[in-house]
């Protein structure tokens, strides 16, 4: 089992509609839960990050977790063609600062 | 510089050369990591350093991999004897602190082994 899946494929959403990314994680000594968004040829930036159960919200983004699940998942509401990106699911376990990612989900958004 | 840098930002080798990347972390940041990200792949840990701790090589490839920190500041990674399989994005990341802290990422060196 990998430590970090996004299994989806690439998700087409229209714009100003919900685009939804799911990540599960196999450590449930995971402690911080981070999205990446990564534009094509460009390096990983910050979009959020989220410590405790439940959803935390910034700007058009939600990002919502269960650790009972082992799942994080990612809502961009309104999504724009600016939001079209790969977005990478990255975890970190307590006492290990590394960062596990997933292979990033692809989103499309069709104007 | 408000954030990180890397250079080179492009690096074609040949074969069997030795090559040389740098990562000049954001101010202040005492802890430093690198990844490698390839084609259509997610990234891959390497290595990580703490202030003056020993630091953390368990994702270094194989023993042609090695990453060094000067001053608690600028690191360079060094790959000997480049291999094909070696092409790839290098990116560095740093980070306040250790202990979950948020991880800001360079601009990365595209690496082409030929």
């Known amino acids: 089992q990998k430590e970090v899946e996004q299994n989806s494929g690439p998700l087409s959403v229209p714009e100003g509609a919900i685009a939804s990314l799911n990540c599960t994680y196999s450590d449930r000594g995971s402690q911080s839960f981070f999205w990446y968004r990564q534009y094509s040829g460009k390096s990983p930036e910050l979009i959020m990050f989220?410590?405790?159960?439940g959803d935390k919200e910034d700007g058009r983004f939600t990002a919502q977790l269960n650790k009972a699940s082992q799942y994080v998942s990612l809502l961009i509401r309104d999504s724009q063609p600016s939001d079209s990106a790969t977005y990478l699911c990255?975890?970190?376990?307590?006492?290990?600062?590394?960062?596990?990612f997933g292979k990033g989900n692809q989103v499309v958004v069709i104007p | 510089g408000a954030g990180v840098s890397q250079s080179p930002s492009n690096k074609v080798t040949e074969k069997g050369k030795d090559v040389e990347l740098r990562c000049d972390p954001i101010s202040g940041h005492t802890a430093l990591y690198w990844y490698r990200q390839s084609l259509g792949q997610g990234l891959e840990f390497l290595i990580y350093f703490q202030g003056n701790s020993a630091p953390d090589k368990s994702g270094l490839p194989s023993d042609r991999f090695s990453a060094e920190r000067t001053g608690g500041s600028v690191s360079t990674l060094t790959i000997q004897r480049t291999q094909q399989e070696d092409s790839a994005v290098y990116l560095c990341?740093?980070?306040?602190?250790?202990?979950?802290?948020?991880?800001?990422f360079g601009p990365g060196t595209r690496l082409l082994v030929l």
């Open positions: 990341a740093s980070s306040l602190g250790a202990k979950q802290e948020t991880q800001y």
């Open positions: 989220i410590y405790s159960n």
């Open positions: 990255a975890v970190n376990r307590q006492g290990n600062n590394r960062l596990a």
